[in-house]
């Protein structure tokens, strides 16, 4: 691997959390747009330097290796495993919606290779939060999909799966209740505008795990008991206090 190619991975791991900081729905296009403008010239010579490479493989996982070692260095810097998952949430914000779908928006075969190999590198710690491939044009459309972002990141703290009970009950309850209520459109509307605003800057605090876990207290472990009990109005009542709680505290504050 060369120096600029070094040099230019670098400064990518030192811009992963102040790019990350424009992740919400009105600016998120334009900011990764940007962001992969910047490092094109980057991942066009990294694709160039594996391909005429005398050992493809080993160069991809030295190129590969970059990050995920100076993540290393970052998390053995924490004393705690606390501290350590608070400080891997905001980079894996970042890396799962910037850093790996500029590696594989030019679609080049030895860029896309490296990120597969990147996030198992990437993930071989002993903390319960892992990345996984994703691209530009998956997050944009979970913009107009409305992923559940709030939920998503409570429940990823406390160490539940994208696939878990509660995240698929609120889904439903969203898709098959909410928004077939008077009122109801527009604020699962809201709440899908201000979401990754609120998400990134939770991620920032240092007690973002403890943040979550008030969250999950005060308004989705409720959430989920009143869909159990079939009080969806009750649910509904709950959903709303929370989006503009959250709303007053972490955007007008």
Same mark, same amino acid.
């Given at each position: 691997?060369?120096?600029?190619?070094?040099?230019?991975?670098?400064?990518?791991?030192?811009?992963?959390?102040?790019?990350?900081?424009?992740?919400?729905?009105?600016?998120?296009?334009?900011?990764?747009?940007?962001?992969?403008?910047?490092?094109?010239?980057?991942?066009?010579?990294?694709?160039?330097?594996?391909?005429?490479?005398?050992?493809?493989?080993?160069?991809?996982?030295?190129?590969?290796?970059?990050?995920?070692?100076?993540?290393?260095?970052?998390?053995?810097?924490?004393?705690?495993?606390?501290?350590? *998952?608070?400080?891997?949430?905001? #980079?894996?914000?970042?890396?799962? @919606?910037? =850093?790996?779908?500029?590696? %594989?928006?030019?679609?080049?075969?030895?860029?896309?290779?490296?990120?597969?190999?990147?996030?198992?590198?990437?993930?071989?710690?002993?903390?319960?939060?892992?990345?996984?491939?994703?691209?530009?044009?998956?997050?944009?459309?979970?913009?107009?999909?409305?992923?559940?972002?709030?939920?998503?990141?409570?429940?990823?703290?406390?160490?539940?799966?994208?696939?878990?009970?509660?995240?698929?009950?609120?889904?439903?309850?969203?898709?098959?209740?909410?928004?077939?209520?008077?009122?109801? *459109?527009?604020?699962?509307?809201? #709440?899908?505008?201000?979401?990754? @605003?609120? =998400?990134?800057?939770?991620? %920032?605090?240092?007690?973002?795990?403890?943040?979550?876990?008030?969250?999950?207290?005060?308004?989705?472990?409720?959430?989920?008991?009143?869909?159990?009990?079939?009080?969806?109005?009750?649910?509904?009542?709950?959903?709303?206090?929370?989006?503009?709680?959250?709303?007053?505290?972490?955007?007008?504050?």
């Amino acid at each position: 691997m060369n120096q600029s190619i070094q040099d230019g991975l670098n400064d990518l791991f030192d811009q992963i959390i102040p790019i990350s900081g424009d992740f919400n729905k009105k600016t998120y296009a334009d900011s990764f747009k940007n962001a992969y403008e910047k490092y094109k010239s980057l991942f066009t010579e990294i694709a160039q330097e594996c391909e005429n490479s005398e050992d493809r493989q080993e160069e991809i996982e030295e190129i590969a290796a970059v990050l995920p070692d100076r993540m290393r260095e970052v998390l053995d810097q924490e004393s705690s495993k606390r501290k350590k *998952e608070n400080v891997l949430m905001k #980079y894996n914000l970042g890396m799962v @919606t910037y =850093v790996i779908p500029m590696f %594989r928006y030019g679609r080049m075969d030895a860029c896309e290779e490296i990120v597969d190999c990147m996030i198992e590198r990437w993930n071989d710690h002993d903390l319960e939060l892992k990345i996984s491939k994703s691209e530009f044009e998956q997050i944009q459309g979970g913009f107009k999909s409305r992923l559940c972002y709030i939920t998503t990141a409570v429940c990823a703290s406390l160490g539940k799966p994208d696939d878990c009970y509660e995240l698929n009950l609120m889904r439903r309850y969203r898709d098959e209740y909410l928004v077939n209520q008077k009122g109801g *459109e527009e604020i699962v509307a809201e #709440y899908y505008d201000i979401a990754p @605003t609120i =998400v990134n800057r939770i991620n %920032r605090m240092e007690n973002s795990e403890d943040v979550y876990a008030d969250i999950w207290s005060r308004y989705l472990h409720p959430c989920v008991s009143m869909i159990e009990s079939d009080n969806l109005e009750a649910c509904r009542k709950i959903y709303t206090d929370m989006v503009y709680s959250l709303r007053r505290k972490y955007l007008f504050s």
